[in-house]
């Protein structure tokens, strides 16, 4: 999984805690990635970083943030959590946005929400 | 709006036979198309990446072929192993930047 980790592996947690799933990369790759998975669907961008403290909103970012304080880890945190936010998680890394770059995925979380 | 579909949605076949897979695609502009193969339990893998100008591209028994013209692309997987069992997707990049779009993806179940 090119030196991405993810953790938790998996979750379950409550209706309206607080949730962090953390990504950790080895590749000092700049741009980071929160995608998410469900059934009948594509992968859909959460949020994305172009850099420490650089992040931007994706398609499906409402409900959740993001945080990256280090080149290597990046944070994803629902602050309140809810049923429709059950979902498998994954961090993707790229070196660049420009012509032929490649995304690398980590090995997801699966988060379920009771 | 832009739009990945990929068909059959699943497919089930002969350990050692051939398939193949499509993908439609009504994006614009396009950058490049990716197809991506995700094991059960894992994140999705890059098979091939694929410009406006390139038509066809191999990757061991993967070959991958475009047409910009018809906005069309497929997957053929040759002497298929138990081991393609996984979903396939395909992916269109928008603009050499972060817009990807994902198809659902197609389901291959390759049995023995």
């Not at chain 1, 953390?22 to 998410?36: G, V």
């Not at chain 1, 959740?64 to 959590?81: G, I, N, P, Q």
């Not at chain 2, 193969?37 to 990757?59: A, H, Y």
Request: aromatic fraction near 10%; hydrophobic fraction near 25%.
């Amino acid at each position: 999984d090119a030196g991405i980790t993810q953790s938790p592996r998996h979750k379950v947690t409550e209706t309206g805690t607080p949730v962090t799933l953390r990504c950790h990369q080895t590749e000092n790759h700049r741009y980071m990635y929160w995608y998410r998975q469900d059934p009948g669907h594509g992968l859909r961008l959460i949020h994305y970083s172009y850099g420490v403290k650089d992040t931007d909103k994706g398609e499906v970012s409402d409900g959740y943030s993001v945080s990256r304080s280090k080149t290597e880890d990046f944070l994803l945190t629902l602050e309140s959590a809810t049923s429709s936010q059950t979902s498998v998680y994954f961090c993707a890394i790229s070196e660049s946005t420009s012509g032929f770059y490649e995304q690398y995925f980590g090995p997801g979380t699966r988060l379920t929400v009771t | 709006k832009n739009q990945v579909e990929q068909s059959p949605q699943s497919l089930i076949i002969l350990e050692g036979k051939n398939c193949t897979l499509q993908c439609n695609y009504t994006v614009s502009p396009f950058s490049n198309l990716r197809w991506y193969k995700q094991d059960t339990g894992r994140g999705p893998v890059s098979l091939t990446i694929m410009t406006f100008s390139e038509n066809t591209k191999s990757n061991g028994r993967y070959t991958a072929t475009l047409d910009a013209d018809t906005k069309q692309s497929s997957l053929h997987i040759t002497a298929s192993q138990l081991s393609d069992s996984a979903s396939y997707i395909c992916v269109v990049s928008s603009q050499a930047g972060t817009a990807l779009i994902f198809g659902k993806g197609t389901t291959l179940s390759v049995s023995s």
